[in-house]
């Protein structure tokens, strides 16, 4: 059964704009079924794939011969548009000839459409992300009852627009809430993974998304016949989410030297497996660290690959996990994030950009009452935020610092 994306809405709101609408984001996070259900609902329209060797070569080969077999259709749905090679400057020559025509693609690797398609589309593409499952979209695919109650709650904290009216969650709300979310963390937002029933299902689906796709790409994107290597590396950060990049340990664990690993880990990146964030600094005379962290896009894969499902108190890494969450969810609403940490190592996790204001936000797995960390209050006496926000175990409060109103929330609700 088909279950809506938030992404909907926003690409049907702009088919009947002129331009090309292009959707990237991770290899089985949606995009073929976002575009099938879509084409499906669309009358003149037809769905095809460039994993159809013939329309891929029709298409690099003879562009307006692939537009007389299917310009016909007033909506054209391309999936998996990174095979073509020539694909910008084609589509660019139909898009020209063809103005009542509208084309949609897909693709999962942004290398190879920013380098092969967009490069050649400035002004006549709009382009969208489809990551996996947020918590919203979580619920919706699980059925579950808590899904209407989440989207009150949400109604009155958008972080996005930096309007906090925080929510009266009770205590048993907050602990059925907490244990869906941490079935999520645990297995991610694959909608795939998702859907599964068992955890031994779960597992084989994450299995063959990471070797059947993502060692694929990646391989492919790089010109590699061995992907050891690369497999080695991928794991190595893994188990370093949330964690400053130390170039010469990946290094030595891989066998990559800097020039390459800085290559690869772009590359990891753009094929939508490990993002960094940089850190936050205003005064170069005070510079912080210039290394990156690194999260998971996905905190499910990431477990995979280091072969650990435990529950979050049976672990070391549940701290690190719950960051590499936020980061997904701060992520998927568009909010740029970075870190702060000063040569005395006073740290804070995130730096949120949201509108015109920094909003600094901690997470902290358990605490008992509202309390500030020395970093965290160290950051707000400097920097002076109208809000900050700590997230942890408890039902929502807030207390006030300096002048900053702290908000302390459960991480489900970000």
Do not use: H
Not at 40 to 57: C, G, Q, T
Not at 130 to 153: G, H, I, M, R, S
Not at 317 to 345: A, C, H, M, P, V
């Amino acid at each position: 059964m088909y279950k809506t994306r938030k992404l909907e809405k926003t690409i049907l709101k702009y088919l009947s704009k002129r331009e090309i609408l292009a959707i990237i984001g991770p290899r089985q996070s949606g995009k073929t079924t976002l575009l099938q259900k879509i084409q499906s609902e669309l009358p003149n329209s037809i769905f095809i794939s460039f994993e159809d060797r013939d329309d891929l070569e029709l298409f690099e080969t003879d562009p307006k011969g692939f537009a007389e077999k299917y310009f016909g259709y007033r909506y054209l749905f391309i999936d998996e548009f990174q095979y073509s090679r020539s694909g910008g400057k084609n589509l660019k020559l139909l898009y020209d000839l063809y103005p009542k025509n509208k084309v949609i693609l897909s693709g999962s690797s942004a290398i190879d459409l920013t380098i092969n398609t967009i490069k050649y589309l400035v002004g006549r593409i709009f382009v969208f992300n489809l990551y996996n499952l947020n918590f919203e979209e979580y619920l919706t695919f699980t059925d579950n009852p808590l899904l209407k109650v989440y989207q009150e709650y949400k109604k009155g904290f958008n972080l996005k627009n930096v309007k906090i009216n925080l929510p009266k969650v009770s205590p048993t709300l907050n602990k059925q809430f907490s244990t869906v979310f941490e079935e999520f963390v645990i297995w991610g937002g694959y909608p795939r993974v998702v859907l599964s029933k068992s955890k031994e299902e779960k597992t084989l689906v994450l299995k063959n998304i990471y070797n059947t796709y993502f060692l694929r790409d990646i391989r492919d994107s790089l010109g590699l016949i061995d992907d050891f290597k690369l497999s080695v590396l991928i794991r190595a950060i893994s188990l370093q989410i949330g964690q400053l990049v130390e170039y010469n340990d990946l290094g030595q664990v891989s066998g990559y030297d800097y020039i390459t690993l800085k290559k690869y880990l772009n590359v990891l990146e753009k094929t939508f497996i490990a993002k960094p964030i940089k850190p936050y600094f205003t005064n170069k005379r005070t510079e912080l660290v210039k290394n990156p962290k690194l999260y998971f896009f996905d905190t499910g894969l990431r477990n995979f690959i280091v072969k650990d499902f435990r529950k979050l108190n049976e672990r070391t890494d549940s701290g690190f996990l719950l960051e590499n969450f936020l980061e997904n969810q701060l992520q998927k609403s568009e909010i740029e994030t970075k870190y702060w940490r000063t040569k005395s190592q006073a740290e804070v996790d995130f730096i949120l950009k949201v509108k015109s204001q920094l909003v600094p936000l901690e997470c902290k797995l358990s605490l008992k009452k509202p309390q500030v960390t020395r970093s965290f209050a160290s950051y707000v006496s400097e920097y002076r935020p109208v809000i900050g926000i700590i997230t942890c175990n408890m039902v929502p409060e807030t207390i006030n610092r300096d002048s900053s109103k702290i908000y302390f929330i459960p991480p489900w609700l970000i």
